[in-house]
């Protein structure tokens, strides 16, 4: 049974952190490219960033460069999203996908993801 668990979303003041962790099991993890798409209240699903299987960051979205980076433990079959000085306009919740094509993670695709997780809420406010 394939699972991707999402973790570490909440309640953060603007300029705040927070550290994303998706757990994956039941498929090949080291075989698949990841990423964390959010979708927000009204808003379509914005890709935020994702990496390869090797670990090379293949997309960060360009409001978030500088503040959010992405890493993968293949070890552990997890990823986090480390999201640093959080702004409001961050609000939305925050999803993990996996695909065996990481031509999938790019902004223009609209296609699902192989899987994805039932998404984790973080909400930017003062």
């Known amino acids: 049974q394939v699972q991707l668990e999402e973790s570490g979303g909440g309640l953060v003041q603007p300029g705040g952190s927070l550290r994303l962790s998706c757990t994956a099991s039941?498929?090949?993890?080291?075989?698949?490219?990841m990423g964390w798409f959010r979708q927000a209240p009204g808003k379509g699903r914005e890709l935020v960033a994702s990496?390869?299987?090797?670990?090379?960051?293949?997309y960060i979205n360009e409001p978030m460069k500088g503040r959010f980076t992405i890493h993968r433990d293949n070890t552990k079959n997890t990823i986090h999203l480390q999201m640093n000085d959080l702004k409001p306009e961050d609000t939305a919740v925050y999803y993990c996908?996996?695909?065996?094509?990481?031509?999938?993670?790019?902004?223009?695709?609209?296609?699902?993801?192989?899987?994805r997780g039932q998404g984790t809420q973080v909400t930017v406010s003062a």
């Open positions: 990496i390869n299987w090797r670990g090379s960051t293949l």
């Open positions: 996908a996996a695909d065996r094509q990481f031509l999938k993670f790019r902004p223009t695709n609209t296609e699902d993801y192989d899987y």
């Open positions: 039941g498929f090949n993890f080291n075989s698949y490219a």
